[in-house]
């Protein structure tokens, strides 16, 4: 079984400014996928940012990026400049690698983010 | 791309009813999820479709829900004999392949009355 901890119910930045969402998770799978997804009041969730486990290189997108330490079964999400736009609930979710282990993804119970003008 | 589209968007009903709901996904996505979302939590799996074949159910999935997906293109999802504790949004996701991201639609708010 796999299980995802997000400790920070909620966080608040100014923004332009930097915030950390933290994320740390279980799993007994050597290889699987990690993922931040964001979900806007009444909105659909969207995806953030993907990283496979058996990269050592921490993904990016634009604003986004994260911090994913292995040995540590952490997965943080950096978001940088932070726009009115990014207010949300960030989801951070683990989903297998191999077929065998299934394809559903777990999600841990969520992080809003508040963003202040 | 027009994206997952889900039908219909709110849901109310009396307990005891039975209720549908229908999810197309994107189309050349031969993979669709469904996933419960209770206020204030992250979704929770409950059943993956490869084409037409339920490959993966969750517990959570009891007897009074079944989900379709005929000839690989929309399906549906059934609850009957509603509860109270059944009241959530039901999310809908497909994906192009295992190792593409999932990509979700708006989902079901469901309210039991």
Not at chain 1, 28 to 35: A, C, H, P, V
Not at chain 1, 80 to 105: H, K, N, V, W
Not at chain 2, 46 to 67: G, H, I, M, P, V
Not at chain 2, 93 to 108: E, K, N, V
Request: net charge neutral; glycine share 6%.
């Amino acid at each position: 079984a796999q299980t995802v901890t997000q400790s920070q119910p909620e966080m608040s930045v100014q923004e332009a400014e930097t915030v950390t969402l933290s994320c740390t998770y279980d799993t007994s799978e050597s290889d699987y996928y990690l993922f931040w997804y964001k979900q806007p009041p009444s909105r659909q969730m969207i995806l953030v940012i993907r990283q496979e486990a058996y990269k050592q290189q921490n993904a990016t997108e634009n604003r986004f990026s994260v911090n994913f330490q292995k040995a540590a079964k952490s997965f943080s999400l950096k978001i940088s400049d932070s726009q009115l736009g990014d207010a949300a609930m960030y989801f951070c979710a683990i989903g297998p690698f191999r077929e065998t282990s299934g394809s559903r993804l777990t999600f841990g119970e969520g992080t809003q983010l508040t963003v202040n003008p | 791309d027009t994206g997952v589209s889900q039908n219909p968007r709110h849901k109310i009903t009396k307990r005891g009813q039975n209720v549908t709901f229908r999810c197309d996904p994107i189309s050349e996505h031969n993979r669709l999820y469904w996933y419960r979302q209770t206020l204030g939590q992250g979704p929770e799996f409950l059943t993956y479709f490869q084409n037409e074949a339920q490959l993966e159910k969750s517990r959570l999935l009891s007897d009074r829900f079944s989900a379709e997906r005929p000839k690989g293109s929309f399906s549906t999802l059934e609850i009957q004999r509603t509860e109270q504790g059944d009241s959530a949004m039901y999310l809908c996701a497909s994906s192009l392949g295992r190792y593409q991201p999932q990509h979700f639609g708006d989902g079901t708010r469901l309210s039991i009355l």
